[in-house]
């Protein structure tokens, strides 16, 4: 049987990284009793434990919080016709200080000493000899919200979509092209009311430059070839509607109806094609306690964009307006909370922005892409194999 001895720490990440290199049959997770062997966490693990990569979870709580304490667990643990790896990335420094007295004083020769660099994707076997290694499986994006703790409810498109369909691939480009140049009149149209039937959309005109914004708009969407059949009129009361159908090649929804989505699946379909990351799913609404209910108070959040890169999350706001400090905070509060500190706040924006956001983001280790509206896909792709390289 091989064994994996796995030391609590914060970032659960951290705990199940050894996963990605090499199959274990078990793993004991041992920390003192504040570290969370009995709890939210403990929860989790297990269930990406066993539902992942198929492994027993043991968990246990050393009530001694001392060095001679962690010595005598992990001595006593150890058999003699097992296989163990012992992880020391993250954990109390006890544990790390009693697997190193272990290497270097017992005569267990069945024991293997690691630790992870997770940014870099390498894992460094320390003893009994040394040798780097390249991880062997990966994490998707649902596994990757679930070890914060959290639930993928519903994706927009996924890699796998995009992937697959010329149609959707075709669709996504053809329609930024058609509003890139006019964001702010996109915007508009998409808060109009709306009203569909299959096909046909009806839209209520009610403030006054909305019917500007539809007569500079509608000739455009009807040149691509997206809507057709479209006529403005008053009824009798005095309101004024939009009606028109929408052309067959026309399938994405949601991408008609909601402004910022364009952008979005602009830029996950830049994210698929440039082959830096292993999965990537747009629209991705989140759970954020794991807990699915239907109960209005259930607390939730969409994010634009989500990937993986090297088994870190990558979360994206994607905004059809210029960036701002705000639009920094916002994802990487949201990357924090769902990702800890190896996931990667990603900003893309279609508008350049300021000399001073541009700097903020820098400070706060925010990735900014900006001007999309000026970049072609090719260049969206180049921007994001700057930062994640194959």
């Given amino acids: 049987m091989r064994i994996l001895i796995e030391f609590l720490c914060d970032e659960n990440i951290e705990n199940i990284t050894p996963f990605l290199y090499s199959d274990f049959d078990r793993v ?8 969370g062997v009995n709890g939210r966490r403990a929860e989790v693990l297990d269930t990406v434990v066993s539902g992942k990569f198929g492994a027993e979870a043991v968990f246990i709580a050393v009530p001694d919080k001392t060095l001679s304490a962690a010595y005598r667990l992990l001595y ?8 163990y790896v012992i992880d020391l990335t993250g954990g109390h420094e006890l544990f790390s200080a009693a697997a190193g007295i272990l290497a270097g004083t017992s005569d267990k020769k069945n024991v293997a000493i690691a630790s992870y660099d997770i940014e870099n994707g390498v894992e460094h076997i320390q003893y009994p000899e040394l040798a780097d290694n390249k991880p062997v499986s990966g994490l998707s994006v649902d596994e990757m919200i679930s070890l914060s703790g959290g639930a993928v409810i519903s994706k927009s498109k996924t890699s796998a979509e995009i992937r697959s369909e010329d149609r959707l691939r075709n669709e996504i ?39 500007k914004t539809c007569e500079r708009l509608i000739p455009l969407l009807r040149k691509r070839g997206i809507i057709k059949n479209d006529t403005i009129y008053v ?19 949601e991408m008609y109806e909601k402004s910022g989505t364009v952008l979005e ?25 794991g807990l699915i209910t239907k109960r209005k ?23 059809c307006t210029k960036p701002t400090k705000e639009h920094l905070y916002e994802i990487l509060t ?18 350049q922005a300021f000399e001073h956001v541009k700097e903020r983001a820098r400070e706060m280790g925010v990735i900014l892409i900006d001007n999309v509206l000026n970049t072609s896909l090719k260049s969206l792709k180049s921007s994001l194999l700057k930062y994640f390289p194959v």
């Fill in 28 to 35: 004991y997770f041992i920390g003192f009793d504040e570290d």
């Fill in 76 to 83: 006593e643990m150890i058999g003699e016709s097992n296989e």
């Fill in 173 to 211: 480009s053809r329609m930024w092209d058609t509003v890139k140049g006019v964001t702010a009149d996109w915007n508009r149209f998409c808060s109009m009311t709306n009203r569909r039937e299959g096909g046909h959309v009806t839209k209520k005109l009610t403030r006054g430059d909305d019917r």
């Fill in 235 to 253: 009824d009798e009361k005095g309101r004024t509607y939009l009606e028109y159908d929408m052309c067959p090649r026309a399938k994405t929804t």
């Fill in 265 to 289: 699946l602009y830029s996950c379909l830049a994210a698929v094609e440039c082959g830096a990351f292993s999965d990537a799913a747009s629209g991705v609404m989140i759970d954020l306690d």
């Fill in 297 to 319: 108070g259930d607390p939730r959040n969409e994010i634009d964009l989500t990937a993986v890169y090297k088994n870190r999350l990558v979360l994206c706001s994607c905004k």
């Fill in 334 to 351: 949201m990357a924090e909370q769902y990702g800890g500190k190896y996931a990667v706040p990603v900003l893309i924006c279609s508008e």
